[in-house]
C-alpha cells in the first residue's frame, strides 16, 4: 500500500507541473550574515544572507535558506530538505558588517529570481519534490563579536535530487551573535557570522 502511495504521489506532482529548469546566479560583493541553527538531533537550517554586485551596484540582496533533516525508520532512513534562494530588495537587508538586521516576508519572493523547493527520500526510493514555503517571515539581527576571524576561499557543488548547487565563495568572516527567529524558529545558536563577500557566486539549478 505505502510503494502504491508514494507511486501515486510521484504521478501527481509530475502532472501537476512540466518538466523545466530553473537557473538562478548572483554574485555576492558586500556584507552578509550567516547563521545556522540545530532544530532536532538529526536536522538544523542555515540562512545566509548577502549583498550583490550583478549590476555593480549593491542594489538587491540574495536570501540562502537550506534545511536538512534525517528521520529514522523501519525500512531505513528517509531525508527531507528544503531550499530558497532568490533575489531580495536591499530594504530586506540594513546596517553594516559590525551590525547587520534582516527583515523579509517569503511572500515578497519573486518567482522569475527565486526557487523554493522541498524534497522527501524515503529509503530505497528516489526524492519526491515538490514547491517548497512561499510564506513565513525572517526576522534576523546580527552583531559583530570577533571572537574569532578567517579568510574563506571556497569551490563547492552539490546535487541533491533534482537540485545542484555551485558556490564560489572569496570572503573575510567573522563571527557574530545573533537573535531573531526564521519561519517560526526561535534562534538559539552559537553558529553565526558576519563578513564581506569578494566577488563571490551562488549558482543553483532545479530540474523539477
Not at 555593480?56 to 536570501?63: F, M, Q
Request: with cysteine.
Amino acid at each position: 500500500m505505502k510503494s502504491l502511495l508514494i507511486a501515486a504521489l510521484t504521478m501527481l506532482l509530475a502532472l501537476g507541473a512540466a518538466a523545466q529548469t530553473t537557473h538562478v546566479k548572483f554574485t555576492e560583493d558586500g556584507e552578509f550574515g550567516l547563521v545556522t541553527q540545530l532544530t532536532g538531533p538529526h536536522s538544523f537550517f542555515t540562512l545566509k544572507v548577502s549583498r550583490n554586485s550583478a549590476t555593480g551596484s549593491t542594489n538587491t540582496v540574495t536570501l540562502h535558506y537550506d534545511q536538512e533533516a534525517a528521520n529514522f525508520t523501519p525500512q531505513g532512513l528517509s531525508f527531507t530538505s528544503v531550499v530558497i534562494v532568490g533575489a531580495i530588495p536591499s530594504s530586506a537587508f540594513t546596517g553594516s558588517i559590525n551590525h547587520l538586521v534582516m527583515n523579509f516576508d517569503l511572500s515578497q519572493l519573486d518567482p522569475t529570481t527565486s526557487i523554493s523547493i522541498a524534497c522527501t527520500t524515503l529509503p530505497f526510493q528516489l526524492p519526491v519534490c515538490g514547491p517548497g514555503p512561499t510564506t513565513g517571515l525572517i526576522n534576523v539581527e546580527w552583531l559583530e563579536n570577533d571572537a574569532t576571524s578567517s579568510e574563506v576561499a571556497l569551490i563547492k557543488s552539490d546535487t541533491s535530487g533534482p537540485l545542484t548547487t555551485t558556490v564560489h565563495q572569496h570572503s573575510d568572516d567573522s563571527t557574530a551573535t545573533v537573535q531573531g527567529s526564521v519561519l517560526g524558529v526561535t534562534l538559539n545558536t552559537p553558529f553565526a557570522n558576519v563578513g564581506m563577500n569578494h566577488s563571490s557566486t551562488l549558482e543553483v539549478t532545479s530540474n523539477q
